[in-house]
């Protein structure tokens, strides 16, 4: 696995990247977008600034206006796949593009996921739309551990319902399915799957992206075991690139900023 550090820099202008196709997923949307003028190899855990090229602002309330933050989930030749779910206009605008339609885009941006533990296996935890970083995240680990003959990732995620659950086919594994209705997988939180999965085998690092109850779940089941682990963590981001200082969240060494340290952290660095 490569190092995330020093941080990449995202070519210092808004792009226009070009929408290939979006897809309804059960409760989510993936949208994958050719990006022919920005870097091939951005790492899994780092985020774009994303936008509509046209359509984006004015409107009776003039939102949405800035970009959104987004966690790419894939990218194949310069063809990035987004996660999606709708929770807001800028979220419904993006879900509402149309291939051939223009979608502005600055990055990728921030510090990804750091590499394992010496002599740990990764095991990643998702909490709903929090699956989409860990799906670039478990292709990059695949193909370190079939390189190296090491042990494959394990994958443990959760979601609201079936109809959430769909993004488990995104992951080249069979991953452990938790819903909070039992409507697929077993009926069970995903940090009971992780608690289970570090008795069974506490030789682990873990890389957590989900709701912030469910990463704070996850730091103290693993402080409480033992086991390092990093933590994607959701903030709102303004302009995504240090300008703003709306991202900013207090950790042992102070208050940093979460665009650019982050949003990867170690679980050991929040108080
Ligand atoms: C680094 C990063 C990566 C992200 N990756 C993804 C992703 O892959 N897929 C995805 O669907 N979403 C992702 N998000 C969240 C996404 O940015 C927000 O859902 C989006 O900005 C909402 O915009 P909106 O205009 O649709 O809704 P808004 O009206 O802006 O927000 C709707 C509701 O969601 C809340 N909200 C907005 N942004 C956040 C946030 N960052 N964290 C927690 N709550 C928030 C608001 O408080 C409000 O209650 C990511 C966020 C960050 C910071
Ligand atoms: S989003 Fe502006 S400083 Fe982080």
Known sequence: MRATEPRTLAPPARRTAHVTSVERLGA???????????PADPEPGQFYMLSSAEGWGGGEDERPYLPR?????RVREGELSFLLEVVGPGTARLAALVPGEGVALLGPLGVGWRPAHEGTRALLVGGGIGAAPLICLEEQLLGDSGA???????VLLGFRSAAHAHAAALFAGAPALATDDGSAGRQALVTDLLR?????????????????AMLEAVRLTCAEV???????????????????????VATRDGYIRLCVEGPVLDAEQLA
């Open 69 to 73: 933050a987004f966690s790419y989930a």
């Open 226 to 248: 033992g086991v390092p682990a990093q933590l994607a963590l959701g903030a709102g981001m303004a302009c995504g690139f240090g300008a703003c200082f709306g991202c900013v």
């Open 148 to 154: 190296a003959g090491g042990e494959p990732p394990v």
């Open 196 to 212: 289970e999965q570090l008795d069974a085998d506490p030789a682990a690092t873990v890389f957590a992206c989900g709701p912030h």
């Open 28 to 38: 989510y949307h993936l949208i994958r977008a050719l990006d022919s003028a920005g």
